[in-house]
């Protein structure tokens, strides 16, 4: 006889959360974990100026509006409350403070998560909504750089006053890197060093939030192997809410080319400019804290989860909030309900 699910989904972000809002009207029993010990806090601890960029009309979770102007957007803090209000609206059976150290299979083929307190959790199913933006990547050519030049990240960058006087080079040109270079400039020397050339798009189209278009035309949800979603992920355009190059240069950012070589405090560039340095704020991507998931089936050889649109080749093990786990909406807010409705619908049907 086969037992009855219980769920376990890792990870109480927007991706966890929506999850838990399916499961609950699926009637499927289960448990939200969390390392943190409050809901939120994985954008609580993102740089104070955050402001998403996405509208709240395209910033919520199934069931409940983010109250306030729909078309304008809401602060880190705002979204991060909205997230701890919604947890409690829908009365989400949640465990905080509860990292979980390991997950591995039980001999009975079901998984077991070890917390970091030495606690077992047992579960028939497993849902990983841990973020696809968890720990901030570091070139190697970092090492480059002497000890007299301070060395941060977009994730340990809070505001300028994490930024010692002198020159700052911020290193990576997306969203991030673009705000943070903005906030800077008239605080600082502010250097950006851009890698591929990037389009941004229009904040607003007809009237309408340029994310109003990307929705109803559909090209939000294009599968991520489609023409069109291929083309969506090799350009990963982000709307231009002054961020584009010639704004930023005109608030007296310095844009440089690809940062090629790191050496004491000279940074050297691709076309042979240099420059010297105080401060480096890296703001290159990330990637992926697998470690925990000891179950190697569930992982590539570069560590990545392994994944065809959210469903693992492991039995029974899930993922929510992936980069591109079905389109580009999946790792945005407005995507997640979509997809966790659809791993809630694959669970219930194998139940
Ligand atoms: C700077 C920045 C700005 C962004 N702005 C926007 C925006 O404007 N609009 C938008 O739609 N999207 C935006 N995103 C993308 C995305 O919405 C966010 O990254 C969002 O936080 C992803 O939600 P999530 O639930 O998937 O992951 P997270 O918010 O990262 O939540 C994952 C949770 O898992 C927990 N966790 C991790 N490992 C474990 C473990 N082993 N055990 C227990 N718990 C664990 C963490 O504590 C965390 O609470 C932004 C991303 C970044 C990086």
Known sequence: MTKPPFVLVVGAGQAGLATGYHLRQACIPFVIVDGNDRIGDSWRRRYTSL???????????????????????????????YLEVYAGLFNLPLRLNSRVAKLQRSLSGEFEAILVSGEILAATHVVIATGGFQVPLVPKIAAGFGSAVTQLTAE??????????GVVLIVGDGASGRDIAAELASKRPTLLAAGKPRKLFPERFLGKSIWW?????????????????????????????????????RKGVRLMPRLTEAAGTTAKFSDAGEADIGSVIWAVGYRDDSDWVQIPAAKNPDGSFAHT????????????GRPWQRNRASALIMGAGRDAGAIVKLISERK
């Not at 340990?156 to 006087?165: E, H, K």
């Not at 959210?310 to 993922?319: E, H, K």
């Open 309 to 320: 649109n959210g469903v693992s080749p492991v039995p029974n093990l899930f993922f929510v």
């Open 156 to 165: 340990t960058y809070r505001d300028p006053s994490s930024v010692p006087d």
């Open 213 to 249: 278009w990307l929705h109803w035309s559909g090209l939000m949800r294009a599968p991520v192997d489609s023409a069109i979603g291929r083309l969506m992920r090799r350009t990963d355009p982000f709307p231009d809410r002054d961020r584009n190059l010639a704004s930023l240069a």
């Open 51 to 81: 402001t998403l960029f996405t509208p709240r009309q395209f910033s919520a979770l199934p069931g409940a509006i983010i109250p306030g102007n729909r078309e304008l957007y809401p602060t880190r803090d705002e979204f991060a409350d």
